[in-house]
């Protein structure tokens, strides 16, 4: 056994498949939970709330956001296949990330929660779906 056992182990693509799995089960749950939580209990969530309107709208992106990490789900069970769902998803979160991004620009720093929210939208997803684009291809190749 050479001491490159381990990660040519790690680098079967059985393995990078299921370690691609847990790590979008993992991070779906926070848009779901998330999601979840705004929908119910809507702006107050985050200290607002007063104004009806933007209550409502907050809890319409939350449920969009919870339908966003379920279609993520969806992609799971034979996630080398489904790259161009994973595409449209991904760019939806970016493009979210980015009007944060520039909310941020403008603004100023929204807190450590809103900051964390971020770099799942323009850190996280893209480099899961650049893992995903690398497992489709190891799948195809055999």
Known sequence: MTALSPIRRLMNPAVERRALQVAVA??????????????????????????????????????????????FWSTIPKIETHGERFAILTFLVAVGGFCRAMGLLANGFPGPLMTAALGMELVVTPALYLWQSR????????
């Open 26 to 71: 993992a991070a779906g749950l926070i848009p779901v939970l998330g999601g979840l939580l705004g929908a119910r209990f809507g702006a107050a969530m985050l200290g607002g709330g007063g104004d009806l309107g933007f209550d409502s709208h907050y809890r319409y992106l939350s449920g969009l956001l919870f339908a966003i990490g379920l279609a």
């Open 135 to 142: 497992v489709a291809r190891l799948s195809a190749a055999g």
